[in-house]
Nanobody
Framework: QVQVVESGGGSVQSGGTLRLSCVAS????????MAWFRQVPGKGREGVAA???????YYADSVKGRFTIYQDKAKNTLYLNMNNLKPEDTAMYYC???????????????????WGQGTQVTVSS
């Protein structure tokens, strides 16, 4: 059974930095795709960034140049470094995982079958 657990959310001021962590366990895929999504109340889940274990990272335009997705394979942990945070980045952030392939991208969220419980990020102006 695949389990996904996020951590690292919090509250920062505009321009600040946070790093989210995600550990996915219980899968044996040789190739996998992991991604970060975010959601605010009343809106759908928005893709932020995706990581293909075979190489390749993908970013939504709204975070390109500010966020970095990467994996520390030794720690089996996926990270999302978030720099120059803006109030509009405020959301619940979710990590998702799925068996990988050439499809790997941060959209649509329905492509991912395994999700964490979410971690809140709040950016104040």
């Amino acid at each position: 059974q695949v389990q996904v657990v996020e951590s690292g959310g919090g509250s920062v001021q505009s321009g600040g930095t946070l790093r989210l962590s995600c550990v996915a366990s219980g899968y044996t895929y040789s190739r996998y795709c992991m991604a970060w999504f975010r959601q605010v109340p009343g809106k759908g889940r928005e893709g932020v960034a995706a990581y293909d274990s075979d190489g390749g990272t993908y970013y939504a335009d709204s975070v390109k140049g500010r966020f970095t997705i990467y994996q520390d394979k030794a720690k089996n942990t996926l990270y999302l470094n978030m720099n120059n945070l803006k109030p509009e980045d405020t959301a619940m952030y979710y990590c998702a995982a799925e068996k990988g392939g050439s499809w790997c991208y941060y959209d649509p969220p329905t492509a991912f079958g395994y999700w964490g419980q979410g971690t809140q990020v709040t950016v104040s102006s």
